[in-house]
């Protein structure tokens, strides 16, 4: 089995992830324009915020706004929370009921044993490695810890060449094979079974 087989499923995995990661964004700009754009609550609310202001406009204004980001932010939270989960459970469940995602059955992979515990385990690294970190990196930033956000995108980019890289070695065992005490083999077909296959169908 080679590198380059373990780089193209990972490609291929990390593509899906990538899409759902589009969809998402698409979903969130849609919230946000649409909180933005609600013209009929934005009057209620600036109206009852200036109501319960004593006539401070300035400070009513800047509860209006303050509320609009605190929500807005909530939604960028809301979707990376749902992209970590995703990716979480593809993972989980493709390794729990098949032994292989998506990726690694295009290219002929499998990983074993296959345990759901084990599969939980693997699917918990990877997520952590590929998404996760990342994405309490974009939270961080987003709520203006930017500091922080650089630290954590740091600490996400290690974790990312901790399991990628050991990959290359001899035994090709990623952090998270060695985590869940799993490997990645070929699946080969055998001559035989390859000619039954193309008799039965």
Do not use: H
Not at 129 to 142: E, G, I
Not at 181 to 189: H, R
């Amino acid at each position: 089995m080679s590198a380059f087989r373990r780089a193209t499923a990972w490609s291929i995995d990390f593509a899906l992830v990538v899409a759902l990661a589009s969809l998402l964004a698409v979903l969130t700009f849609n919230r946000m324009s649409a909180l933005v754009t609600d013209v009929p609550e934005l009057a209620a609310r600036g109206g009852f915020d200036l109501l319960t202001s004593r006539g401070d406009v300035l400070d009513a204004s800047a509860g209006l706004g303050t509320s609009l980001w605190d929500r807005s932010v909530g939604y960028v939270q809301q979707a990376f929370g749902l992209l970590v989960v995703a990716a979480f459970l593809y993972q989980w469940a493709c390794l729990a009921l098949a032994g292989r995602t998506a990726g690694k059955a295009l290219t002929g992979l499998k990983v074993m044993p296959r345990t759901p515990r084990r599969a939980a385990l693997r699917a918990a690294v990877t997520t952590a490695t590929d998404v996760a970190v990342y994405a309490v990196a974009c939270v961080l930033l987003v709520e203006g810890e930017i500091v922080l956000s650089v630290l954590v995108w740091l600490v996400a980019v290690a974790l990312f060449l901790l399991n990628a890289l050991p990959v290359l070695g001899g035994r090709r065992r990623s952090l998270a094979d060695r985590v869940a005490g799993t490997s990645v083999a070929s699946v080969e077909l055998s001559r035989s079974a390859a000619t039954r296959r193309v008799g039965t169908s």
